[in-house]
Each structure stands twice: as C-alpha cells, then as structure tokens.
T-cell receptor, first 112, second 114 residues
Framework: GEDVEQSLFLSVREGDSSVINCTYT??????LYWYKQEPGAGLQLLTY?????DMKQDQRLTVLLNKKDKHLSLRIADTQTGDSAIYFC????????????FGAGTRLFVKA | DAGVIQSPRHEVTEMGQEVTLRCKPI?????LFWYRQTMMRGLELLIY????????DSGMPEDRFSAKMPNASFSTLKIQPSEPRDSAVYFC????????????FGPGTRLTVL
C-alpha cells in the first residue's frame, strides 16, 4: 500500500535553516501536506502544496516537491526555539477514494 | 467554532477496565478520524467515518476496540477490556468534504492503562 517515510530526528542551531525531508510512494498524490505538532497538542496544518507545483513559499517556510522522485521537503529559514516540534509529512490521493497517509513524524530539536 | 473537542484529556485506568473516549467534530465536517500515537509506532489511523458511517476500520487493532458515530456531532472510541499496551495518546480529527482535505485535530486523550 501507499507509504510516507521521513527521518525521525533533526537537530539544528537557532538561526540556522532546517530541512526536513519526506518520500512517498503514491504516484497519484494530489495534495502533500506538512503538519506541525507541538508538545501536548494535536497536529495542525502548517502548509500544503498541490502535486502540480514544484515549490511554495510562505514567510520562513519553503516547500519543494520533486514529483519524479516522489520527494518532498520543508525548509524553515532562521529556525527559532519555538519551531521545536514534530513535523509530519502527509499525502492524499483519490486512489480508491480520498485518503490521507501520514509519515511517522520528524522531531526537530532547536538548540539555543 | 471551538475546534474538535475531546474528552477526557487524561484517563488512567487499570487493566481489564472499559475505557470510552469521546469526540465532538467541527460542525459541518463530513469526515471524522480516530488516531493513536505512541513513540514506538508513531501516528496510526484506527478508523474513519463519512457522514456517520464507518468507511475504513482496518487500523483497529483488535476486537477489543470499537468506534461509533451515532450522529454528526459525536463519536466514541471504546476499549474493552483495556490492556497496558493500549497506553497512548488518542486523537480525533475531522475534515470538511473529503478524507484528503485538511484535517483538524483535537487536543488528544492521554490514556494510561496500569
């Protein structure tokens, strides 16, 4: 079945850029999402990209999509301690009815 | 809207007891999802509903788990009997029109089974 994979941990220094990577298997993905989970809270949508786009920028966030390699990345510029959280990659497609598949989440540690 | 509401926020119970988790989705959302999150297994989709009808329950781990959605504004996830390995954070989420739309998550219920 469809799968979404991402590395489990990333550690960066405050002020540096963070890049979180994700790969997925479903070639018919329609939307690709990044969700953020802060400690003790549920997931919250951070940003998303349509599958016909290569890049999306939103303030400090840049999403890059390589559809050929089924690779998605999230870049956070000028990472702050408040960015410490778990970041989930997710993809949805209309294969057999719309469904969203989440990755395992990447835990981002930001060192002051 | 207050967002997705879950209760209780924390539940501590003893092995063998019945546990019921509750969820109120965002009004007007057609889809409701139940997830379980653990350090070992990450985020797992247990079941989801469309217009109160269960669509996919393939993620429900065992017959001890059951979920209902008697109306558009309420859903329950029941574990009977509970076991220590059921300890996890359980999330409810809802989405507007399709299962591929943005999902709005509740704050979760942290379940500890002793």
């Amino acid at each position: 079945g469809e799968d979404v994979e991402q590395s489990l941990f990333l550690s960066v220094r405050e002020g540096d850029s963070s890049v979180i990577n994700c790969t997925y298997t479903d070639s018919s993905s329609t939307y690709l999402y990044w969700y953020k989970q802060e400690p003790g809270a549920g997931l919250q949508l951070l940003t998303y990209i349509f599958s016909n786009m290569d890049m999306k920028q939103d303030q400090r966030l840049t999403v890059l999509l390589n559809k050929k390699d089924k690779h998605l990345s999230l870049r956070i510029a000028d990472t702050q301690t408040g960015d410490s959280a778990i970041y989930f990659c997710a993809e949805s497609s209309n294969t057999g009815g719309f469904k969203t598949i989440f990755g395992a989440g990447t835990r981002l540690f930001v060192k002051a | 809207d207050a967002g997705v509401i879950q209760s209780p926020r924390h539940e501590v119970t003893e092995m063998g007891q019945e546990v019921t988790l509750r969820c109120k989705p965002i009004s007007g959302h057609d889809y409701l999802f139940w997830y379980r999150q653990t350090m070992m297994r990450g985020l797992e989709l247990l079941i989801y509903f469309n217009n109160n009808v269960p669509i996919d329950d393939s993620g429900m781990p065992e017959d001890r788990f059951s979920a209902k959605m008697p109306n558009a504004s309420f859903s329950t996830l029941k574990i009977q009997p509970s076991e220590p390995r059921d300890s996890a954070v359980y999330f409810c989420a809802s989405s507007l029109v399709t299962a591929g739309d943005e999902q709005f998550f509740g704050p979760g219920t942290r379940l500890t089974v002793l």
